[in-house]
């Protein structure tokens, strides 16, 4: 099986790589996670619960990560043991760069890109489902886990700048449109009117 993906992430890249090199952030945010424990240098282990169709099963085993360049990304091979279900092993890459255009806007509030590989193999009663289910599964654990990282991210740092600038951008243009809707019910927009036809003659 091979992935690839590109997501946004409207955190900094520095937010993004601390997150991703954080065990307990990353225990949260992959689907079914029971365990994510430093065993060594750069080395895990892991426990977690899989369904792929019909087969559900609890995978353990462990992660390493190499070729670490922060807070540019890295690579990391895994594999597990799911009983009876089968087994999992391969590698991914995890790449982080700023948002292009990024620095001359807000370098610390612009947000990163983050592009991912994986390349996986799989034994047992799973590899016997059909590369198609395998495929899904593989793509739907994956926008989990990105919907979760996000997620968490806006807990930690609040939401993206971007986004927080439109909401306060919003919320004056519609308060305003409400105040001359209101003005005008009233009928005060109506005697502004007709006060700024007469002051020319009164003038003269």
Same mark, same amino acid.
């Given at each position: 099986?091979?992935?690839?993906?590109?997501?946004?992430?409207?955190?900094?890249?520095?937010?993004?790589?601390?997150?991703?090199?954080?065990? =307990?952030?990353?225990?949260?945010? %992959?689907?079914?996670?029971?365990?994510?424990?430093?065993?060594?240098?750069?080395?895990?282990?892991?426990?977690?619960?899989?369904? %792929?169709?019909?087969?559900? $099963? +609890?995978?353990?085993?462990?992660? *390493?990560?190499?070729?670490?360049?922060? @807070?540019?990304?890295?690579?990391?091979?895994?594999?597990?043991?799911?009983?009876?279900?089968?087994?999992?092993?391969?590698?991914?890459?995890?790449?982080?760069?700023?948002? *292009?255009?990024?620095?001359?806007?807000? @370098?610390?509030?612009?947000?990163? =890109?983050?592009?991912?590989?994986?390349?996986?193999?799989?034994?047992?009663? %799973?590899?016997?489902?059909?590369?198609?289910?395998?495929?899904?599964?593989?793509?739907?654990?994956?926008?989990?886990?990105? +919907?979760?990282? =996000? $997620?968490?991210?806006?807990?930690?740092?609040?939401?993206?700048?971007? $986004?927080?600038?439109?909401?306060?951008?919003?919320?004056?243009?519609?308060?305003?449109?409400?105040?001359?809707?209101?003005?005008?019910?009233?009928?005060?927009?109506?005697?502004?009117?007709?006060?700024?036809?007469?002051?020319?003659?009164?003038?003269?």
């Amino acid at each position: 099986m091979e992935m690839l993906g590109n997501r946004r992430l409207g955190v900094t890249q520095q937010q993004a790589w601390e997150a991703l090199n954080d065990p =307990e952030t990353l225990k949260k945010c %992959i689907p079914g996670c029971d365990k994510f424990e430093l065993t060594g240098d750069n080395q895990y282990s892991v426990a977690l619960a899989v369904k %792929i169709g019909p087969v559900s $099963a +609890k995978f353990s085993g462990k992660v *390493a990560l190499s070729d670490i360049v922060a @807070p540019d990304g890295y690579k990391l091979s895994f594999e597990g043991q799911g009983g009876v279900a089968g087994f999992a092993k391969g590698s991914s890459s995890v790449t982080l760069r700023p948002l *292009a255009g990024a620095a001359e806007a807000a @370098p610390a509030a612009a947000g990163c =890109e983050l592009d991912y590989t994986v390349q996986a193999q799989v034994g047992g009663k %799973i590899a016997q489902l059909g590369q198609r289910l395998i495929d899904g599964a593989a793509k739907s654990t994956a926008d989990d886990f990105f +919907k979760r990282f =996000e $997620a968490e991210m806006q807990s930690r740092y609040g939401p993206p700048p971007a $986004a927080a600038a439109e909401d306060t951008a919003e919320a004056p243009a519609e308060k305003a449109g409400m105040m001359s809707g209101l003005m005008k019910k009233i009928g005060l927009g109506k005697k502004d009117d007709k006060d700024a036809s007469v002051a020319p003659g009164d003038a003269s």
